[in-house]
């Protein structure tokens, strides 16, 4: 074993005594015991790989974000198109293709026969008609059906809680057009609920997520 090695071994040794007696220690020895690994022990490392749903876009149990640009309105369009590919398997150029699996595409405020229409224009395009089949059955769309704007954030413990157990069975990625619709107000009550702790939250469950911020 290298010293590299040999050092890191003491670091994680170090942290599970903190986890294990943290509550007895005084400040001054938990932070004698949590010794920061040195650039030399990280990089001995190996780096773990991830495991991408869509090469170089998605990847499993994480987050990505995309920024759009002010004045751009396609981003709707643009999410769907992006649903129906991981749904069906369907190539989504320039990342490639995935699997066809269970995914959800999630609005907040938007217009509903838009989205419809949209749905029906991009399902016609898809030639295949296996693949049209398995993009349109996995394919799942929510909105928020409450008129006020207010409603629409889940950033709130019992619409948050209820998101998440409205999600399907198997569901790989969610989808949300517009992320800026899922964010309330800050507050320091007990039933605030960060966006952010959602994201974490469906990544625990083993969920992708493509959020697209304005």
């Not at 998101?163 to 009550?189: D, H, L, M, Q, Y």
Request: net charge negative.
């Amino acid at each position: 074993m290298s010293t590299a090695e040999k050092t890191l071994e003491e670091v994680v040794d170090r942290r599970a005594l903190v986890e294990m007696t943290g509550d007895d220690l005084e400040d001054d020895d938990l932070a004698e015991l949590w010794v920061p690994p040195t650039a030399a022990e990280i990089l001995s490392q190996p780096l773990s790989k991830p495991t991408y749903l869509l090469p170089g876009l998605v990847v499993e149990a994480r987050n990505t974000v995309i920024t759009v640009a002010k004045g751009v309105n396609c981003s709707d369009v643009f999410a769907q198109v992006l649903g129906y590919s991981l749904a069906g398997g369907i190539q989504f150029s320039p990342f490639g293709k995935s699997e066809p699996m269970p995914t959800l595409i999630a609005y907040g405020s938007t217009d509903w026969h838009l989205v419809k229409e949209h749905l029906s224009l991009i399902a016609n395009q898809i030639e295949n008609q296996d693949e049209r089949l398995k993009a349109v059955s996995n394919l799942r769309v929510s909105r928020h059906r409450h008129k006020s704007d207010d409603d629409d954030e889940v950033s709130y413990a019992r619409k948050n809680r209820l998101f998440r157990n409205s999600i399907p069975k198997g569901c790989k990625v969610i989808i949300f057009p517009n992320g800026a619709t899922c964010i309330g107000p800050k507050s320091s009550e007990d039933y605030y609920h960060p966006f952010s702790r959602l994201l974490s939250d469906l990544n625990g469950m083993g969920i992708a997520t493509v959020t697209f911020y304005h």
